[in-house]
Nanobody
Framework: QVQLVESGGGLVQAGGSLRLSCIASGRVFSDNVMGWYRQAPGKQRELVATITSGGSTNYSDSVKGRFTVSRDNTKKTVYLQMNSLKPEDTAVYYC?????????????WGQGTQVTVSS
């Protein structure tokens, strides 16, 4: 079992910045991808950014150039630096960890952290 706990959400004005963190606890495995998804009211959950254990990243087109995903494997933590925030970035942001275990793939989610961007 792995637990993911997000932090760093809040209220910010348009053009501002926030940094989200997500720390994993419990038994984890080195072959994994961590990332961030978001869900706005009335919309489906969507990919924001992912990063592999080797550091390869992937971003949605809507955040490219504004958001940066990074990780510290020694701390089992993934970060999302969000700059030039827009009101349309308002959503609950969820941390995700997808890993290969000896028993098969395992997909875990955090409880989410609210990000609100005011215009």
């Amino acid at each position: 079992q792995v637990q993911l706990v997000e932090s760093g959400g809040g209220l910010v004005q348009a053009g501002g910045s926030l940094r989200l963190s997500c720390i994993a606890s419990g038994r984890v495995f080195s072959d994994n991808v961590m990332g961030w998804y978001r869900q706005a009211p009335g919309k489906q959950r969507e990919l924001v950014a992912t990063i592999t254990s080797g550091g390869s990243t992937n971003y949605s087109d809507s955040v490219k150039g504004r958001f940066t995903v990074s990780r510290d494997n020694t701390k089992k933590t993934v970060y999302l630096q969000m700059n030039s925030l827009k009101p349309e970035d308002t959503a609950v942001y969820y941390c995700n960890r997808n890993e290969r275990t000896p028993w098969g793939p395992r997909n875990s989610w955090g409880q989410g952290t609210q990000v609100t961007v005011s215009s």
